[in-house]
């Protein structure tokens, strides 16, 4: 079983950064994602990162602000959060599966972690 507690969430201005964390329990090969969910809205895809040669993916919305990476021994993830605006208020999760298609989609998402918001006050 492999559990994944993100931590790194919090209130910051607008065009200010956050760094978000993925740790995961015990040795930890699956490709890992970042997804977000807003207030009344459906949970998003955020940036994913693939476990075997790092490959990333991007949301529209976030790309050139946001960073996907990974630490050497691969047990944590982390999201950079640059520029940051009142539309990426949302709680964000971390989510991790074994397959990759192009991207890691929340079909293919097999362990979630418990979230941690983010807020951007307008």
């Known amino acids: 079983q492999v559990q994944l507690v993100e931590s790194g969430g919090g209130v910051v201005q607008t065009g200010g950064s956050l760094r978000l964390s993925c740790a995961a329990s015990g040795r930890f090969i699956f490709s890992t994602g970042w997804f977000r969910q807003a207030p009344g809205k459906e949970r998003e895809f955020v940036a994913a990162i693939r476990s075997n040669n790092d490959d990333t993916r991007y949301a529209e919305s976030v790309k050139g602000r946001f960073t996907i990476s990974r630490v050497n021994d691969r047990n944590t993830v982390y999201l950079q959060m640059n520029s940051l605006k009142p539309a990426d208020t949302a709680v964000y999760y971390c989510?991790?599966?074994?397959?990759?298609?192009?991207?890691?989609?929340?079909?293919?998402?097999?362990?979630w972690g418990q979230g941690t918001q983010v807020t951007v006050p307008p």
């Open positions: 989510g991790a599966g074994p397959r990759w298609t192009d991207g890691l989609s929340e079909s293919n998402v097999m362990y």
